[in-house]
């Protein structure tokens, strides 16, 4: 066993010490804010005797939903094709005997004009055989709420420990530790999939002899939260 000599690091005081008392305090933000962009699904069905005539009915309407999208320019800033599938329908009894084919293609859509959101929804949805889920409301990864939020955290937590310090009749010297909370183990900031609370509505595209009115779709408002642990120094109270 080493004796420790006074040129050793000496180990970190976790409450401070009667010199410089330390402060922990929690800041936290809450901010309710418009989304920013808006994500729908579309759902592109076929079905065939045989599985050229189904791939080729999928391809159609594949090709028809692309275009009604791309026709909205710049309101629609993100399209992505997902699951594509062809499948065979047994008949019922023995053997392996084929009935019809199925095919189905899935496409993503990123919308940031809501206006246009509810006549484009609609117009999809009158296509044969398409369904269409959403809308999922979102911000961007970068959207300037979560710096606001995190900025009002840290200015929460400032206060906090002023407050503190003021019960006791004195002021805080200096910061020692600012961290978000659970900074060693965060979660992805957008999982990939939609949470439970977005809303989220289903429509299945008929032959309509006249264009349905466009729905009337109105933002989620989105919620951003902040936390973050802070540590403070203060000058010796009297007590």
């Known amino acids: 066993m080493t004796t420790p000599t006074p040129d050793d690091p000496q180990p970190a005081v976790p409450y401070g010490t009667p010199d410089a008392p330390r402060i922990a305090v929690r800041g936290e933000a809450h901010l309710e804010v418009d989304p920013e962009i808006a994500r729908i699904g579309i ?4 079905r065939g005797k045989d599985r050229r005539t189904a791939l080729d009915d999928l391809t ?3 090709t028809t939903a692309l275009n009604l999208l791309k026709s909205y320019g710049e309101a629609v800033e993100r399209i992505e094709t997902g699951t594509f599938s062809i499948t065979p329908q047994l008949k019922e009894g023995r053997g392996e005997r084929i009935h019809a ?7 993503t859509a990123e919308l940031t004009d809501f206006t246009a959101l509810g006549e484009l929804t609609t117009r999809l949805a009158d296509l044969d055989l398409t ?15 979560h710096r606001t939020a995190r900025q009002q955290a840290v200015r929460e937590a400032v206060q906090r420990a002023r407050e503190y310090a003021e019960a006791l009749g004195t002021t805080l010297a200096a910061l020692v530790e600012l961290a978000d909370i659970g900074a060693e183990n965060t979660p992805p900031a957008y999982p990939a999939a939609p949470g439970g609370a977005m809303r989220s509505r289903a429509l299945y595209g008929g032959a309509p002899d006249t264009a349905a009115a466009p729905l009337d779709l109105e933002p989620q408002r989105q919620h ?3 936390q973050v642990n802070a540590r403070f120094t203060m000058a010796p109270p009297q007590l």
């Open 224 to 226: 951003v939260h902040a």
């Open 131 to 145: 369904r269409v889920d959403g809308p999922w409301w979102a911000l961007r990864p970068n959207s300037p709420a």
């Open 60 to 62: 159609h309407r594949n």
């Open 101 to 107: 084919h199925h095919g189905r293609v899935h496409i």
């Open 43 to 46: 759902t592109v069905a076929s």
